[in-house]
């Protein structure tokens, strides 16, 4: 008898802790993973090496709920001259000759009940690399953070820490973080951890 309760403790403890590893693992909160995209893009290459700002590609950032993906004809901006032919070009090529676009795989998910705003963000000084991490040293683009409701309230309860300048809001590593700038919208606190603000 206590060699079976022992052996069912022994169990327990096991799958609990199989438990808790799993929900602090990459394979839970996808952190570090990177997802298959249709092209190899890399921005290592073209936000850190080219230093091409975030809204050449995402260029609704600013003016929508949705950051925007680069279209086909953004990416032959410089592709229809520069390495058009190169292989790994190639779905980019097909994109435009069969006028279909590129179906580019998210990186940071949230779930389906959660609502969230790029432009509201932005226009509040928070910075990209604050939810997306420093993607200009990426070379495949992985989810930098959990994102979790707890991350996000906890920049809702008190977001002064985290909010830069306006022309920092797009760099690559903003400087200015935890100043409150004249230049940014005012931040009213109390309507940021409503439950509605996120979840309508």
Same mark, same amino acid.
């Given at each position: 008898?206590?060699?079976?309760?022992?052996?069912?403790?022994?169990?327990?403890g096991?799958?609990?802790?199989?438990?808790?590893?799993?929900?602090?693992s990459?394979?839970?909160?996808?952190?570090?993973?990177?997802?298959?995209?249709?092209?190899?893009f890399?921005?290592?290459?073209?936000?850190?090496?080219?230093? /091409?700002? $975030?809204?050449? +590609? *995402?260029?609704? #950032?600013?003016?929508? !709920?949705?950051?925007?993906?680069?279209?086909t004809? &953004?990416c032959l901006?410089?592709?229809?001259?520069?390495?058009r032919?190169?292989?790994?070009?190639?779905?980019?090529?097909?994109?435009?000759?069969?006028?279909?676009?590129?179906?580019?795989?998210?990186v940071?998910?949230?779930?389906?009940?959660?609502?969230?705003?790029?432009?509201a963000?932005?226009?509040?000084? /928070?910075? $990209?690399?604050? +939810? *997306?991490?420093? #993607?200009a040293?990426m !070379?495949?683009?992985a989810?930098a953070?959990?994102? &979790?409701?707890?991350?996000?309230?906890?920049?809702?309860?008190?977001?002064?820490?985290?909010?830069?300048?306006?022309?920092?809001?797009?760099?690559?590593?903003?400087?200015?973080?935890?100043?409150?700038?004249?230049?940014?919208?005012?931040?009213h606190?109390?309507?940021?951890?409503?439950?509605?603000?996120?979840?309508?």
């Amino acid at each position: 008898m206590r060699l079976a309760l022992l052996g069912a403790a022994v169990v327990a403890g096991a799958a609990g802790y199989s438990v808790y590893a799993y929900y602090h693992s990459p394979y839970w909160n996808r952190v570090g993973l990177a997802p298959a995209q249709p092209v190899l893009f890399s921005h290592r290459h073209h936000a850190g090496e080219l230093r /091409i700002d $975030c809204r050449f +590609c *995402h260029a609704t #950032v600013e003016t929508s !709920a949705d950051a925007g993906m680069p279209s086909t004809q &953004t990416c032959l901006t410089c592709h229809s001259q520069l390495f058009r032919d190169a292989p790994m070009l190639a779905p980019v090529q097909a994109s435009a000759e069969e006028n279909t676009p590129l179906l580019w795989s998210r990186v940071a998910t949230l779930p389906d009940h959660v609502h969230f705003n790029h432009s509201a963000h932005v226009s509040h000084g /928070i910075a $990209c690399a604050s +939810c *997306h991490g420093d #993607v200009a040293d990426m !070379a495949l683009t992985a989810k930098a953070h959990p994102l &979790t409701m707890r991350d996000c309230l906890a920049c809702h309860r008190d977001p002064e820490p985290q909010r830069v300048t306006a022309d920092e809001v797009f760099a690559r590593a903003p400087r200015s973080a935890g100043a409150t700038m004249a230049t940014l919208v005012p931040v009213h606190a109390r309507p940021l951890t409503n439950c509605s603000t996120c979840h309508h």
